[in-house]
């Protein structure tokens, strides 16, 4: 060691030493600043305050224009402004603390659930405060609900109203009421309730986070005591069984002329009707039903949408077509039972069961719905079909694999596999789509300037990774209205008030420069001291 530096005394002279010395300044102060220009940059004079900014982001917009961008400014709510993250920090500021610099984080719409019971289950059961339900909702990254039910009005509608006069409603709910119960009674006659309708309009205010759009009509059964689906070919005694039904042909809640003379009805107020449908024969009765109230008028100015379309054959989707109706799709689907189903249904009853994911490709407007219930709630559990985990859902409708109460991974058959939903379209039924369905589509499920700021952090991004990682995806961070709902304590993003976030490579840059500056200091030091 004593040679080396003997050897280094003989070559360094003096201006060889003040270069040295501008090299250690420059590792140490310069390359972390240029590393991190989005950290430490000269605002324009103007600049304008805002309360967050997102910058330096993998930020998919959901926005088919602008499809991607890098940095995003909230002020007031909403979405003050979107773009590179060299124009959005130049434009905008925030408090410290408030502004995000991230090189792996992916930011996405808030998700909405199109058919989804938890804030109806969570009063009905018991089994979860109302307050309790919307933060484990938010933790799953939902910000807007779209609550396909609701019941008794002092059990279901009016605790929902109170939180909202109390300034306690945090996420976005679309309410439902229902028209007649999910059951017939002894003589297999619908059960009217009219829980909200007629006595009391819509509510639209696109500002509020109670909102009323439509009505929820059953159509038809399900299994057991609530009857069978309608179909339009007979159940075979093993399918009888099997769904523990005893009508041939299934349970049809309102024959043509009633359900026309409800719908239109219910039409002429102002609401959307949401119709539980599952059967063929019952989705055929709706769409006529549809096509009477509209009378030649477009569906995109109410918005009446079909639940579940368990069997659609492929005239009734040339139907629906025609008429612009919208449809829901579970996402996650019990592909562990893709055998019995072969069993139990012939190949024409089969593409009808699969017809449904063939909706987004049609043309047709399809949101996601979960169909959750509290009853159902185990966050262990990965098999049910209407689980609460969103990104399970989008895996199973990129895909259509599920997992067993073993853990083990089915993978498709190829009738159960046949019509492919791409990342792209999933992640618009989880947004955007539903945002249509309650006439929302101008507020939220995109990440445009002007809209509602209904955003999440997410863990990776849907469109790159491998299709299989997808159920893994963890939520960070949920916004709702401009306020931050939820931060995963695993992953706190806005942590420490007065400190801006950084995340990313550009951290490891920072340390290795300025590692690398104080080595230069400390060999200048020691040769220094040799020297004398």
């Not at 909403?78 to 610099?101: P, Q």
Request: with cysteine; hydrophobic share 40%; proline share 4%.
């Amino acid at each position: 060691m004593p040679t080396i530096f003997k050897s280094m005394k003989k070559l360094v002279k003096p201006k060889l030493k003040s270069f040295l010395i501008f090299l250690s300044l420059f590792f140490t102060l310069l390359i972390p600043i240029f590393s991190n220009s989005i950290i430490i940059q000269t605002k324009a004079a103007d600049a304008e305050q805002v309360d967050y900014i997102f910058s330096n982001a993998n930020i998919i917009t959901v926005d088919e224009a602008n499809p991607l961008e890098e940095a995003i400014a909230i002020k007031d709510g909403k979405i003050h402004a979107i773009g590179s993250s060299e124009e959005i920090l130049a434009k905008y500021y925030t408090d410290e603390g408030n502004t995000l610099h991230s090189n792996d984080h992916t930011i996405m719409p808030g998700l909405i659930d199109g058919h989804t019971h938890l804030m109806w289950s969570a009063n009905y059961g018991g089994f979860e405060t109302l307050q309790g339900a919307q933060s484990i909702a938010m933790a799953f990254g939902y910000t807007t609900l779209n609550e396909k039910g609701a019941d008794g009005w002092d059990r279901d509608i009016q605790p929902l109203l109170d939180i909202e006069a109390a300034g306690e409603l945090r996420i976005r709910l679309n309410v439902f009421p229902i028209y007649n119960l999910a059951f017939l009674d002894e003589n297999n006659e619908s059960i009217n309730v009219e829980r909200w309708y007629p006595d009391r309009g819509p509510i639209l205010d696109p500002g509020r986070k109670f909102r009323v759009p439509g009505i929820k009509i059953y159509s038809d059964g399900a299994y057991g005591n609530r009857g069978l689906p309608a179909m339009s070919v007979p159940y075979t005694p093993e399918q009888l069984e099997a769904f523990m039904g005893t009508s041939v042909y299934g349970d049809l809640y309102m024959n043509q002329s009633t359900l026309n003379a409800v719908v239109k009805t219910i039409h002429d107020k102002g609401f959307s009707c949401a119709f539980h449908s599952m059967g063929d024969r019952s989705t055929e009765t709706v769409l006529n039903a549809i096509e009477y109230a509209l009378d030649g008028e477009t569906n995109d100015n109410y918005r009446h949408q079909i639940e579940h379309n368990s069997f659609i054959r492929e005239d009734l989707i040339a139907q629906a077509q025609s008429l612009n109706t919208i449809h829901s799709v579970r996402g996650y689907f019990p592909t562990y039972w893709q055998v019995e189903y072969a069993e139990l249904f012939n190949e024409t009853v089969l593409e009808w069961y699969v017809n449904r994911y063939s909706l987004p490709s049609e043309g047709l407007h399809a949101y996601l719905e979960t169909d959750f219930t509290w009853e159902v709630y185990d966050d262990d559990d990965l098999s049910g079909s209407r689980n609460i985990k969103p990104f399970l859902h989008m895996w199973g409708l990129v895909t259509r694999k599920s997992i067993d109460h073993n853990g083990t991974i089915h993978t498709p058959l190829p009738w159960l596999a046949e019509h492919t939903i791409s990342v792209e379209q999933a992640l618009k039924m989880m947004t955007l789509e539903g945002a249509y369905a309650v006439k929302q589509e101008d507020y939220l499920g995109s990440l445009e300037a002007g809209k509602f700021a209904d955003l999440i952090v997410i863990s990776d991004d849907p469109l790159t990774i491998n299709h299989d990682e997808i159920k893994d995806i963890e939520v960070y961070l949920t916004m709702i209205n401009g306020t931050i709902e939820y931060q995963n304590p695993a992953h706190s993003i806005f942590s420490e008030l007065g400190n801006t976030a950084v995340f990313g490579p550009s951290v490891g840059l920072v340390m290795i420069s300025m590692i690398f500056g104080f080595l230069l200091i400390l060999g200048m030091t020691v040769l220094k001291k040799k020297s004398k």
